[in-house]
C-alpha cells in the first residue's frame, strides 16, 4: 500500500512542512528540488511570490511549482503559501527554529554537540509530524495479533532492526532479525498469513531488504516497510508504509546517523503499541525478563 500526498488526503500543517521537503526532496526531480529547497530555505519570501514569481526565482516552470505543491501534500500553490506563510510566523516567533549550519571540521567540540542535538531534536520532531498514524496503528494491530514477526535491515539499519526484536521478546512475542540477506529470504519462505514481515531502509531501495520483504509480501504476510523513501523501491510489497526523517548529510554526518535516530522513534513508538495491545502478557514477560537479568546480575 503506497502512501499518497495531495489529491484528498489532508495538507499537512505548516510545521510538517520542512519535514515533508527534507524527506521527499532527493525522490524529486532537479527542477522540483529547487523549488522545494527554496520555501524550506526561504518561507517568508516564498510566501509572498506568485506562482510565477517562484517560477522565475527556482529557474522552473508553473507547473513545476504546482507539481511540487501538490507532492508535499497541498492541493495547490495557494494553500502552499498558505502554508509558507505560517511557517515563517513560527520562526519569528521563535517556536519554529531555523536551519542549522554543517558541523566544521574546525568546529569547538560544544559547538559540535549542539549542533548534533538540535540535528536529532529537529529529525525527531520532523519525524513525529509525518508519522501517518492511522498506518502506524494498522501495522500495531498487525504485529499485536502476529504468530511471528520477522524484521530485516542492514548496517545501521540492522541495529536498528536487533533494537526491536530484542524489545518484542521481552514482552513475550516471537520476534527475529534478520541481516544476513540468504537467511532473510529463507526465512521468509516459512512465513504466511497471520505473520508479520518488517523492512527497515531508509533509502527504500537496499535490495538485501527489499528481497525478503518480497518474499513474505508474497507468501501472504503482514508487510510493513520503515523508510525515509516513501516513494521507493521497498513500499511496492509494503501493506502499511512508516516514513522517517532525517537531518541532512553531511561530511562529518553520514546519513546512517541521523536516520537512525528516526528510525527508532518509529520502532519505540511501534513496541510501545504493541505493548499496549498486548498488557495483559505484555507486562507479566516483560516483569519476568527484569527478574531474570536482576538475578543474573546478582549471581
Same mark, same amino acid.
Given at each position: 500500500?503506497?502512501?499518497?500526498?495531495?489529491?484528498?488526503?489532508?495538507?499537512?500543517?505548516?510545521?510538517?512542512?520542512?519535514?515533508?521537503?527534507?524527506?521527499?526532496?532527493?525522490?524529486?526531480?532537479?527542477?522540483?528540488?529547487?523549488?522545494?529547497?527554496?520555501?524550506?530555505?526561504?518561507?517568508?519570501?516564498?510566501?509572498?511570490?506568485?506562482?510565477?514569481?517562484?517560477?522565475?526565482?527556482?529557474?522552473?516552470?508553473?507547473?513545476?511549482?504546482?507539481?511540487?505543491?501538490?507532492?508535499?501534500?497541498?492541493?495547490?500553490?495557494?494553500?502552499?503559501?498558505?502554508?509558507?506563510?505560517?511557517?515563517?510566523?513560527?520562526?519569528?516567533?521563535?517556536?519554529?527554529?531555523?536551519?542549522?549550519?554543517?558541523?566544521?571540521?574546525?568546529?569547538?567540540?560544544?559547538?559540535?554537540?549542539?549542533?548534533?542535538?538540535?540535528?536529532?531534536?529537529?529529525?525527531?520532531?520532523?519525524?513525529?509530524?509525518?508519522?501517518?498514524?492511522?498506518?502506524?496503528?494498522?501495522?500495531?494491530?498487525?504485529?499485536?495479533?502476529?504468530?511471528?514477526?520477522?524484521?530485516?535491515?542492514?548496517?545501521?539499519?540492522?541495529?536498528?532492526?536487533?533494537?526491536? !526484536?530484542?524489545?518484542?521478546?521481552?514482552?513475550?512475542?516471537?520476534?527475529?532479525?534478520?541481516?544476513?540477506?540468504?537467511?532473510?529470504?529463507?526465512?521468509?519462505?516459512?512465513?504466511?498469513?497471520?505473520?508479520?514481515?518488517?523492512?527497515?531502509?531508509?533509502?527504500?531501495?537496499?535490495?538485501?531488504?527489499?528481497?525478503?520483504?518480497?518474499?513474505?509480501?508474497?507468501?501472504?504476510?503482514? !508487510?510493513?516497510?520503515?523508510?525515509?523513501?516513501?516513494?521507493?523501491?521497498?513500499?511496492?510489497?509494503?501493506?502499511?508504509?512508516?516514513?522517517?526523517?532525517?537531518?541532512?548529510?553531511?561530511?562529518?554526518?553520514?546519513?546512517?546517523?541521523?536516520?537512525?535516530?528516526?528510525?527508532?522513534?518509529?520502532?519505540?513508538?511501534?513496541?510501545?503499541?504493541?505493548?499496549?495491545?498486548?498488557?495483559?502478557?505484555?507486562?507479566?514477560?516483560?516483569?519476568?525478563?527484569?527478574?531474570?537479568?536482576?538475578?543474573?546480575?546478582?549471581?
Amino acid at each position: 500500500m503506497k502512501e499518497t500526498f495531495g489529491d484528498g488526503g489532508a495538507a499537512p500543517a505548516p510545521a510538517a512542512l520542512a519535514a515533508k521537503v527534507r524527506t521527499l526532496a532527493p525522490s524529486m526531480t532537479r527542477s522540483m528540488q529547487r523549488v522545494a529547497e527554496a520555501v524550506a530555505n526561504d518561507p517568508a519570501g516564498c510566501a509572498a511570490l506568485t506562482v510565477t514569481g517562484l517560477a522565475e526565482l527556482t529557474g522552473t516552470s508553473e507547473a513545476t511549482v504546482v507539481r511540487t505543491a501538490r507532492l508535499l501534500g497541498y492541493p495547490g500553490y495557494r494553500d502552499l503559501r498558505l502554508a509558507l506563510a505560517g511557517l515563517a510566523a513560527q520562526q519569528q516567533s521563535g517556536r519554529a527554529p531555523a536551519i542549522t549550519t554543517d558541523i566544521a571540521v574546525d568546529d569547538p567540540i560544544a559547538d559540535v554537540v549542539a549542533k548534533l542535538a538540535y540535528d536529532e531534536q529537529q529529525t525527531l520532531a520532523d519525524t513525529a509530524a509525518g508519522l501517518d498514524t492511522v498506518q502506524l496503528g494498522a501495522a500495531v494491530s498487525a504485529a499485536a495479533a502476529a504468530r511471528r514477526i520477522d524484521v530485516y535491515g542492514v548496517g545501521a539499519s540492522g541495529l536498528v532492526a536487533q533494537d526491536l !526484536t530484542q524489545k518484542l521478546l521481552r514482552i513475550g512475542l516471537i520476534a527475529h532479525a534478520h541481516s544476513d540477506p540468504h537467511l532473510a529470504v529463507t526465512n521468509a519462505v516459512q512465513l504466511r498469513a497471520g505473520d508479520v514481515a518488517i523492512a527497515i531502509t531508509h533509502s527504500g531501495s537496499t535490495g538485501d531488504v527489499i528481497e525478503p520483504l518480497r518474499v513474505a509480501f508474497e507468501r501472504g504476510a503482514t !508487510t510493513v516497510a520503515i523508510t525515509g523513501r516513501p516513494d521507493g523501491p521497498v513500499t511496492q510489497y509494503a501493506d502499511h508504509i512508516l516514513t522517517t526523517s532525517t537531518a541532512r548529510e553531511s561530511e562529518l554526518r553520514p546519513a546512517a546517523m541521523s536516520s537512525r535516530t528516526s528510525q527508532l522513534l518509529v520502532v519505540d513508538c511501534l513496541f510501545v503499541g504493541v505493548a499496549q495491545r498486548t498488557y495483559e502478557t505484555a507486562a507479566p514477560a516483560l516483569a519476568a525478563s527484569y527478574e531474570a537479568l536482576a538475578h543474573r546480575h546478582r549471581r
